[in-house]
């Protein structure tokens, strides 16, 4: 059996994903627990262990990305997943590149998508053999740290490091 592991400040998108999930899901395929507290959610995290993870991105006490970060320290097999109504690419981009998220999930959610993404989630094996670009994209982390992480403007071009932005007659 599967093991999720849902977190969220807001108690009625916890009961209303639970609600689903059991809709699509067989309680002997999937275990799902809930947290509102992400510091709760932690501890449990040191307890047990998790398939998939979804955590909501804007929570009091702790921010998804800050919280699927820690989690991927403790156990970097889980597969973690972000749940946000945040639409700004910011806030994507640190999901992606601090938590290393599986996919980003927006608010309000597709019933559809969302299923078919847990799914696409639980078939996912981390243990695998990285594929060339990923090994490719190490590759080139290991030589030049950051170098992989790049910034996007709202329209969707990569952003040069602010200093060179503030100082365009020196180019």
């Known amino acids: 059996m599967k093991r999720l592991l849902i977190i969220d400040d807001e108690a009625p ?3 209303a994903l639970r609600r ?11 275990s799902v627990e809930i947290f509102s507290d992400p510091l709760l959610a932690l501890q449990r995290l040191q307890q047990q262990r998790f398939d998939v993870l979804i955590s909501d991105y804007r929570m009091p006490q702790l921010d998804g990305v800050t919280l699927l970060s820690r989690a991927r320290d403790l156990d970097p097999r889980a597969v973690r997943m972000m749940l946000s109504a945040a639409a ?29 993404d847990l799914h696409a989630a639980l078939a996912f094996d981390p243990c695998a053999t ?5 090994l490719e ?3 080139l982390e290991a030589l030049e740290p950051g170098i992989t992480q790049v910034e996007w403007g709202p329209n969707g071009e990569v952003l040069m490091p602010g200093d060179l932005l503030t100082r365009p007659s020196e180019l």
């Not at 689903?20 to 999937?30: C, R």
């Open 137 to 139: 994209r190490r590759r």
């Open 130 to 134: 990285p594929s060339a670009y990923e």
């Open 13 to 15: 998108v916890l009961h």
């Open 88 to 116: 700004d690419f910011a806030t994507v981009l640190a999901a992606v590149n601090r938590a290393g998220v599986f996919r980003y999930i927006p608010k309000p959610w597709s019933e559809q998508q969302l299923v078919a």
């Open 20 to 30: 689903l999930l059991q809709l699509h899901f067989k309680p002997q395929q999937l």
